[in-house]
């Protein structure tokens, strides 16, 4: 069966400039202001003169998170990626420490993961379309 799917895509990382927009407005999604809810991070890659690293789930079709989930609180999303259950998450850490992309972004408060469910808002305020929300065709 064909069928079609949104992913958050890193479009062109090089014309990132840093201003670290997408992560306010993630944050600002789950109605917090500054960064502390943001399911995307950008950091330097090392001074300005390297640019900058987008770092967001890159929804993995066998996502080595979900398969290190003691308690079964990340399930697939359909198209790759996961989703979260906080109510059943244990905090152990396990999932952050299995992203090989360092994707997994962690609440402290709560003691829970936050993982990207590529919803896109934070493509929408990317002045300059680093990241966007495509249609992704899948086979299941």
């Not at 952050?96 to 990207?116: H, R, T």
Request: aromatic share 6%; proline share 6%.
């Amino acid at each position: 069966m064909i069928s079609v799917v949104k992913r958050l895509s890193i479009i062109d990382v090089e014309r990132c400039t840093g201003c670290q927009l997408c992560m306010f407005a993630c944050s600002r999604r789950f109605g917090v202001g500054g960064m502390g809810q943001s399911r995307i991070l950008v950091r330097s890659a090392g001074g300005i003169e390297r640019g900058f690293v987008v770092v967001v789930c890159r929804a993995c079709l066998t996502p080595p998170c979900l398969k290190v989930c003691p308690v079964d609180a990340i399930s697939q999303r359909p198209g790759g990626g996961v989703i979260v259950d906080p109510s059943t998450c244990i905090g152990c850490h396990r999932c952050e420490e299995a992203c090989p992309f360092g994707a997994v972004m962690w609440d402290q408060a709560m003691n829970k993961p936050m993982i990207c469910f590529h919803c896109g808002y934070c493509s929408q305020f990317c002045p300059f379309k680093v990241i966007a929300l495509e249609e992704v065709t899948t086979r299941s």
